[in-house]
């Protein structure tokens, strides 16, 4: 008799060493200023869970207001218009002064809501353990419960070296590629055009740096973010970067600075309707086999092929995509 198993209920479980892959949003898109996060909220609200929202504490928080700035983002974060719960915050790095009351503040007030938390310009693992050990300790004084996943920058020759240890954290759940102060660590040996297109997409080495970065992250099961695209006006140079990013170096995510660059980030990292539809057949033919092995159109098919095209068909609905409607019906 099929039991009708839910597939992320079935391909992660028992023996099999795989774990699901983040349920990420192909796009991050960051707001520093109290405007600018309530202007992404409502435009968030508008076009529905399809990207993230980073607030950022960083490059946002006035000098002298961190802690205004960053009980701000606590508000909001708590606030009846983070209605997905897709908010996260990017804090001070381990340098600066303030980043243990970041997340004294943040963790402390919205300990049971944040998404997820940035750790920018790390050094090495060291620092990502450290910055973590406060994470934790917090939660335990407040009594929060909730997994706090970390996505950590990866901006730093250290930090690039360290990349395959840091993935590997089970509380890490992205890398992402800071290109810009990455090319300043350099000091003038990398050109200022790495920094933008083509360059980023040349330079030997962004391109290997790049190239680490996902390598770590999909070897570990996590995901990879790509960094900005400094183009504000024109959505099809994004939309470009995007999907360079996406189909030659293989990140599943990119950051967005303006939201503008949303949409066309979104649009490009969506998987292929002609595979959206052959992983719902495949899927459902495997259901209906209580996930046995399974052959269709002439190929054999089992949980390795399966959580593929499991992990495919969630990336389609994160991004927007409509599915066909056995697949939504069956799994979502």
């Known amino acids: 008799m099929n039991t009708r198993l839910h597939p992320a209920d079935v391909l992660y ?80 790095d381990v340098t600066h002064p303030h980043w243990r009351d970041d997340l004294e503040i943040i963790v402390g007030t919205a300990g049971e809501r944040i998404a997820y938390i940035v750790l920018p310009k ?27 996943p970390l996505h950590v920058l990866i901006e730093t020759p250290g930090a690039l070296r360290e990349a395959w240890q840091i993935a590997a954290l089970p509380f890490v759940d992205s890398l992402d590629f800071g290109l810009m102060d990455f090319v300043s660590a350099h000091h003038g040996a990398i050109p200022a055009s790495a920094m933008r297109t083509p360059g980023q997409f040349q330079h030997p080495l962004v391109v290997r740096a790049k190239c680490e970065i996902a390598a770590a992250a999909l070897g570990n099961g996590i ?33 967005s600075i303006h939201p503008n660059q949303i949409q066309p980030i979104v649009d490009a990292m969506r998987p292929d309707f002609a595979e959206v539809s052959e992983a719902a057949e495949i899927l459902a033919a495997a259901q209906d086999a209580d996930w046995g092995p399974i052959q269709h159109a002439g190929k054999l098919h089992d949980r390795a092929s399966f959580r593929y095209y499991w992990e495919l068909l969630s990336r389609a609905l994160a991004t927007g995509m409509s599915l066909p409607a056995d697949a939504q019906q069956r799994f979502f």
């Open 122 to 148: 790390v050094r090495g693992i060291d620092d990502v353990l450290a910055q973590y050990a406060i994470v934790t300790a917090v939660q335990r004084k407040r009594g929060h419960t909730q997994r706090i």
């Open 13 to 92: 479980s028992g023996s099999d060493p795989a774990r699901p892959f983040p349920a990420l949003n192909a796009c991050e898109h960051y707001a520093g200023s109290e405007k600018l996060i309530d202007k992404a909220l409502a435009l968030q609200t508008e076009l529905g869970p399809i990207f993230d929202i980073t607030c950022d504490c960083e490059d946002g928080a006035p000098a002298g207001r961190e802690g205004e700035h960053a009980a701000m983002v606590a508000a909001r974060i708590m606030s009846e218009a983070n209605r997905y719960g897709r908010v996260g915050a990017r804090i001070h």
């Open 223 to 255: 995901m990879p973010a790509h960094n900005v695209s400094v183009e504000i006006r024109d959505p099809a140079v994004v939309r470009e970067d995007a999907r360079r990013a996406r189909e030659e170096f293989g990140y599943l995510r990119m950051w």
